[in-house]
């Protein structure tokens, strides 16, 4: 064997040494899966490092040389036939080797903030453990002392004592203690953050998200920055809730006040079941392809029907198809009337065959008779503003219809997306006091719909009126 070289003597550990591998080190893998793993990348940088200036830092095991810390630097040295340099760490008790992984590993490497969460967590858990094992062992000596006769006084001493035990134990030593106190003061929570380096309220979240189970994806990305902590808790909160809705009832039935109807189905039948002339604006946004044309016209047939006469139709559309779009509503009737430009900041797509970055679209608006039921001037250009799709990608920005309904509507009036989708619509409607009727057929967006409207419904300020058509309750909305 070679020879022997000690070290951190002046730190207190006795039984640390820098050697030559005797013999094969042994991977564990509940240890090494206790820190994320590197990237192919980093992992090519170790061992070109390795390969030209030798194994530096040596590789950390316990006496039966099952690797604590360096499963890179090992497999590098196996990689290239090195015999590894190692340094013997022993502890009393295994876990307190998991807890000694955790913390040389934690503030080194480059990780997200979620990966030094999950780290804190699986810290707070060996803690917690040992804290039990220490509570368990200082119960045992208390009960043998209370046996050999020691009084209350002692007793109670003793059990001041286990909670300074504990206290201490699960207390990170490297907190300042303050002023005037003998003991740290802070909630547990404020600690691991602290040693997660986020804030408390993140660090939170992240605990949430971990006990949640997220999907692998999710969890990919959350380790890769590509998500973050805030809008994975916001997706898996939302998408907890729609599991809420769907388990109301079987038939997924949510109250909702007098002044919105949300329906399942496809927009051509549920709109036979809305009476005629009661709609004031139709707002909605279908796909803009070429396949989609037969939608535009449905919309179309729609607002010939049920639109009140000066009502509106505003639709989205593709530049693509916006010249067969306004034939189509002509072709039922209706009075092309202006078009609205949308302009969109941070989403372009790009039209290859055109060789044209898209930075804006189109909102194309008819009116059902001469001209629109309007009393004010409406400017033709919106700024679009980026949506939280974290529940669903298929979000659309509000910024849009509450321009639209904001200006073509007066409170009271009824607002009708039949291709709702998420809700979106119906949010920008009730915000601005409308009766809304949503339609959607696809049944996890309709979920989706009912959980944002109802979460705005029940988020609304104290002391604002309520968004219920109490003075129209004699106009009936609809004849479903």
């Avoid at 070109?48 to 890179?72: A, E, F, M, R, Y």
Wanted: hydrophobic letters at 35%; one cysteine or more; aromatic letters at 6%.
């Amino acid at each position: 064997m070679s020879e022997v070289t000690s070290i951190n003597k002046n730190e207190g550990h006795d039984n640390i040494s820098v050697i030559i591998a005797p013999k094969p080190l042994t991977v564990k893998d509940e240890y090494a899966s206790l820190v994320p793993q590197i990237s192919e990348e980093e992992y090519q940088t170790i061992i070109q490092s390795i390969k030209d200036n030798g194994q530096w830092v040596p590789i950390i095991t316990n006496p039966q040389l099952i690797i604590l810390d360096g499963h890179t630097r090992f497999r590098a040295c196996k990689e290239l036939g090195l015999q590894p340099r190692i340094m013997i760490r022993k502890f009393e008790d295994p876990l307190l080797e998991k807890q000694f992984i955790i913390q040389i590993n934690r503030n080194r490497r480059h990780l997200t903030s979620f990966q030094r969460i999950e780290l804190e967590c699986k810290y707070d858990a060996i803690q917690s453990e040992l804290a039990k094992k220490r509570m368990s062992e200082a119960g045992k000596i208390g009960a043998e002392k209370r046996w050999k006769g020691r009084d209350k006084t002692d007793e109670a001493k003793e059990s001041r004592s286990t909670d300074r035990v504990r206290q201490n134990y699960t207390t990170p030593s490297n907190v300042p203690k303050p002023a005037g106190k003998t003991e740290v003061a802070g909630r547990a929570i404020d600690i691991s953050a602290k040693n997660a380096q986020v804030s408390p309220a993140t660090y939170n979240k992240g605990k949430k998200i971990i006990d949640s189970a997220p999907p692998a994806e999710v969890l990919n990305k959350l380790r890769t920055g590509q998500m973050t902590v805030h809008k994975a808790y916001r997706q898996i909160n939302n998408q907890k809730k729609i599991q809420d809705l769907k388990s109301k009832d079987a038939n997924y039935n949510v109250k909702f006040p007098d002044n919105v109807k949300l329906i399942e189905g496809d927009l051509a039948e549920k709109c036979k079941d809305i009476q005629a002339k009661s709609i004031d604006l139709i707002f909605t946004d279908p796909w803009y392809d070429n396949k989609s044309l037969p939608i535009y016209d449905e919309l179309a047939k729609v607002a010939a029907t049920h639109l009140k006469d000066g009502g509106s139709l505003v639709i989205s559309s593709g530049q693509n198809l916006k010249y067969e779009v306004i034939q189509l509503m002509k072709s039922r009737g209706l009075t092309p009337w202006w078009e609205i430009a949308i302009i969109q900041h941070k989403s372009h797509s790009k039209i290859s065959v055109k060789k044209v970055i898209i930075k804006w679209k189109p909102l194309l608006w008819f009116v059902k008779g001469s001209e629109p039921k309007i009393s004010d001037y409406i400017e033709d250009i919106v700024e679009s503003k980026h949506p939280d799709n974290t529940i669903d990608q298929d979000i659309q920005s509000i910024a849009e219809p509450e321009h639209i309904i904001s200006k073509l509507t007066v409170q009271g009036d009824v607002v009708l997306d039949p291709l709702m989708g998420t809700g979106t619509t119906g949010i920008a409607a009730l915000k601005l006091k409308r009766r809304f009727i949503g339609i959607e057929k696809n049944l996890d967006k309709l979920l989706t719909a009912k959980s944002r409207i109802s979460d705005f419904l029940g988020h609304r300020n104290e002391g604002e009126e309520r968004i219920m058509n109490d003075n129209s309750s004699s106009s009936s909305m609809t004849s479903l």
